[in-house]
């Protein structure tokens, strides 16, 4: 039996791998501090080991890996926002945490680590759609922390002949997703708003274009980029290949509610990115990555979760 950490694995994606990972008879240990993953996201998961710890202690770290041949490293703090108003703490935990549980896995003789990256690491750069070999352009601390990450992933591989894989998401979504946070993405915000029937909150002017993905699609990326031969020291997009404007969502999401809302408008954000859309065909050819859920049928099971209140307590209010 294969044992597994996934660090952030009470996390809206960490809990979805480590839900998979259960489902398929693999051993799991959970490394969390809950600041940011939530216990409610853990109460479906029977099975795994749960620590809780920060990324930041390195003791903590090294005790988290022991005995474990893969490691899923998607602890971070999220969030470009947060990062603009604290870069120091998105430092601390993005990188300086990365870089302990890569210098941890490596003495524990981990057989691979998983690092989840961001397409924030962009930024400016215009072309379109995102390839892998572009020079990134990030815009905020966080995306400047997620790059860091990259580089150190990649340099363990090159010195050490540490296996490392990093996964570039795309605007992740799905039941599990908070939808209270300030800090939180834009879909389940939209969600929680049209379930009270209060106005969308807008930034810009809602023809700004995302690659909306999954996280099923996500979950699977991570299992594949675990024992894919060719993955390792690879940089790879994990998106579903196709843009959506905001106001599009809006349109989608109001279809499938059955009602409109008001939409408020204001100004775009510092650090925000106008268009995303990844080309997916590295993970394509790597891994054999094909997203299985598509954005409209992703739309529908994550506001039937909400609805229901499932992963979201805030949602059973308004279900």
């Known amino acids: 039996m294969t044992r597994y950490l996934v660090t952030g694995g009470a996390g809206f994606i960490g809990s979805h791998i480590v839900s998979a990972l259960l489902a398929r008879g693999d051993e799991v240990r959970i490394l969390d501090n809950f600041s940011t993953g939530r216990r409610s996201n853990l109460e479906a998961v029977v099975g795994a080991e749960i620590m809780e710890g920060d990324v930041r202690s390195y003791d903590v770290v090294r005790e988290a890996v022991d005995g474990c041949e893969f490691v899923l490293h ?3 703090l999220p969030s470009v926002p947060r ?5 120091i703490t998105s430092n601390e935990v993005n990188v300086v945490g990365t870089l302990n549980v890569l210098d941890a896995a490596h003495d524990a ?5 998983v690092y989840a990256s961001s397409s924030s690491i962009y930024g400016r750069n ?4 995102k390839c892998e070999d572009m020079m990134p352009q990030p815009m905020s601390p966080y995306a400047v922390s997620k790059l860091a990450g990259e580089h150190y ?6 010195l050490y002949a540490f296996e490392t894989v990093m996964l570039r998401y795309f605007n992740v979504f799905g039941p599990r997703q908070d939808p209270t946070s300030q800090y939180s993405a834009v ?3 939209f969600i929680d708003r049209l379930l009270r029937h209060d106005a969308l909150p807008v930034t810009g002017d809602g023809s700004q274009t995302r690659d909306f993905t999954y996280v099923e699609n996500v979950v699977q990326a991570n299992l594949s980029a675990c024992l894919a031969p060719a993955a390792a020291g690879r940089v790879m997009n994990v998106a579903a290949g196709h843009r959506v404007s905001l106001m599009e969502m809006v349109s989608v999401l109001e279809a499938i509610v059955g009602y409109a809302v008001p939409s408020e408008f ?11 859309y990844a080309d997916i065909s590295v993970a394509r050819e790597v891994l054999g990555y094909e997203p299985r859920v598509g954005f409209l049928d992703g739309l529908r099971q994550t506001v039937e979760s909400m609805r229901s209140g499932v992963g979201v307590g805030a949602a059973k209010a308004h279900a």
């Open 74 to 76: 998607q602890a971070a």
């Open 83 to 87: 990062s603009v108003k604290d870069p």
């Open 109 to 113: 003789k981990v057989r691979r680590l």
């Open 126 to 129: 215009p072309a379109l759609p």
């Open 153 to 158: 992933c990649r340099s363990f591989w090159e």
């Open 187 to 189: 879909i389940p915000r």
């Open 266 to 276: 204001s100004p775009s954000r510092v650090g925000d990115v106008t268009h995303s």
